[in-house]
T-cell receptor, first 115, second 112 residues
Framework: KAGVTQTPRYLIKTRGQQVTLSCSPI?????VSWYQQTPGQGLQFLFE???????NKGNFPGRFSGRQFSNSRSEMNVSTLELGDSALYLC??????????????FGPGTRLTVT | GDSVTQMEGPVTLSEEAFLTINCTYT??????LFWYVQYPGEGLQLLLK?????DKGSNKGFEATYRKETTSFHLEKGSVQVSDSAVYFC???????????FGQGTRLTINP
């Protein structure tokens, strides 16, 4: 079974631009979560989607948004990029339907550099 | 809110040495606890988990016991190998949620 895939793997953007990152979960997984990893703040939860609905959200500004499609693929968008948005963005999928924590399977991440 | 504090690194050991990476947590409910490992250029992989007090998670020679009285989940391995060199993250999830709260990570280097 194919793992979680994320595209693109690397991205360079300029301050003020916007960016869209994509995540394809493991087949059959309906929950997709996004995390930001930086040297200073470590790994921080952005949001989780299940059946096209945002089920949980972390403490990030409204510039960070996401969505999930009917095939469970997910995208996250960052508008008006700032230098501090440079990070590794990780996507994780799971079989979770709610009520129990299911193992999350992580993708390799998208490395975003903002200049 | 929930938080995880883990031993700061980097940690450097010789092959076959004993490993301990400390992890303590703060949570309002009864969290599940995890150790994840990240190899260079890769995403996170679940190493082991424990879902209730006194549970012991184990995998690939690594072990960690869920200690509610000390709110700890220390990672141990009796004899490390060069291939264990990676960054290790302690994490929790609260009450069945998918959201993971991570510690800062501990970089482990094993020298031959």
């Amino acid at each position: 079974k194919a793992g979680v895939t994320q595209t693109p793997r690397y991205l360079i953007k300029t301050r003020g631009q916007q960016v869209t990152l994509s995540c394809s979960p493991i087949s059959g997984h309906r929950s997709v979560s996004w995390y930001q990893q930086t040297p200073g703040q470590g790994l921080q939860f952005l949001f989780e989607y299940f059946s096209e609905t945002q089920r949980n959200k972390g403490n990030f500004p409204g510039r960070f948004s996401g969505r999930q499609f009917s095939n469970s693929r997910s995208e996250m968008n960052v508008s008006t990029l700032e230098l501090g948005d440079s990070a590794l963005y990780l996507c994780a999928s799971s079989l979770s339907t709610g009520g129990l924590h299911y193992e999350q399977y992580f993708g390799p991440g998208t490395r975003l550099t903002v200049t | 809110g929930d938080s995880v504090t883990q031993m700061e690194g980097p940690v450097t050991l010789s092959e076959e040495a004993f490993l301990t990476i400390n992890c303590t947590y703060t949570a309002t409910g009864y969290p599940s606890l995890f150790w994840y490992v990240q190899y260079p250029g890769e995403g996170l992989q679940l190493l082991l988990k424990a879902t209730k007090a006194d549970d012991k998670g184990s995998n690939k020679g690594f072990e960690a016991t869920y200690r509610k009285e000390t709110t700890s989940f220390h990672l141990e391995k009796g004899s490390v190998q060069v291939s264990d060199s990676a960054v290790y993250f302690c994490a929790l999830s609260d009450q069945g949620a998918q959201k993971l709260v991570f510690g800062q990570g501990t970089r482990l280097t094993i020298n031959p």
